[in-house]
């Protein structure tokens, strides 16, 4: 009788294990995407006071989910804005390093999240790429 007992607990948590990874997977293959148009184009803090810096990027936006795109569009001004102010923030030499990039991409990705929290509720955003990423 116990014996039956613990099978059948242990079935239903395989039951209720396998349901959570098939609902996982369905939202991951909800994801949606957004690009911005045109390139996003800024200074940057250059080392030397005599020559102006700049970098142009491509970024694409991850969102959780496709449904999404149409509000990350309505605010996507906004979203311009918030990247544009992170990258002129940034040192020449940050800007020029792989690592440099890495740093800012994730301090892109942390800003927009906090921006789309404060106007939607919601973060909205699960990750950035730069699908494009060049600095003079």
Not at 60 to 82: Q, W
Not at 86 to 96: C, G
């Amino acid at each position: 009788m116990i014996k039956r007992f613990f099978n059948a607990l242990v079935l239903i948590g395989f039951l209720a294990s396998t349901q959570a990874h098939a609902n996982v997977a369905v939202k991951k293959y909800n994801v949606g995407y957004y690009g911005f148009e045109p390139d996003i184009i800024t200074n940057y803090v250059s080392s030397n006071a005599k020559k102006v810096g700049f970098v142009r990027i491509t970024v694409e936006l991850m969102l959780e989910d496709v449904s999404y795109v149409a509000t990350i569009e309505h605010h996507s001004p906004l979203l311009r804005d918030a990247i544009i102010d992170v990258l002129m923030r940034q040192p020449e030499q940050k800007v020029k390093s792989m690592t440099g990039r890495e740093e800012i991409r994730v301090l892109i990705l942390d800003r927009l999240k906090v921006v789309m929290e404060e106007e939607t509720g919601n973060a909205l955003i699960q990750d950035i790429l730069f699908t494009k990423y060049l600095y003079h």
